[in-house]
Nanobody
Framework: VQLQASGGGLVQAGGSLELSCEASGRTFSRGAMAWFRQAPGKEREFVVSITWSGKKSYYADSVKGRFTISRDNAKNTVYLQMNSLKFEDTAVYYC?????????????????????????WGQGTQVTVSS
């Protein structure tokens, strides 16, 4: 599976960005999708994820109410709409998928928030929020 993330950039605090991640190489709709981020000097952290069907999504407390994840299985693409951006949202954002797991399956809530659940990762896109 290849994941291509795009949409990052420089934005002022309070502004918005939409990230996209397009998948190729396998049946996109079979697996969960997630976004993680990594700021300089920090570990990679969970941001948001969505089940294969799009019916359930999970958010880190730090982005709840500001970020929205969605997916279009017909376009093999997952989106991350980021509103009310803060300086602390500055990071490289990575999309990921769990394509090696059982397809079309629902797991525990914790599964969708865990880095180790995802076996394919995109190259990352930089988001910089100026204060």
């Amino acid at each position: 599976v290849q994941l291509q993330a795009s949409g990052g950039g420089l934005v002022q605090a309070g502004g918005s960005l939409e990230l996209s991640c397009e998948a190729s190489g396998r049946t996109f709709s079979r697996g969960a999708m997630a976004w993680f981020r990594q700021a300089p000097g920090k570990e990679r952290e969970f941001v948001v994820s969505i089940t294969w069907s799009g019916k359930k999504s999970y958010y880190a407390d730090s982005v709840k109410g500001r970020f929205t994840i969605s997916r279009d299985n017909a376009k093999n693409t997952v989106y991350l709409q980021m509103n009310s951006l803060k300086f602390e949202d500055t990071a490289v954002y990575y999309c990921a998928t769990d394509q090696d797991s059982m397809p079309y399956t629902y797991y525990s809530d914790n599964y969708y928030r865990t880095h180790e659940s995802y076996d394919f990762w995109g190259q990352g896109t930089q988001v910089t929020v100026s204060s």
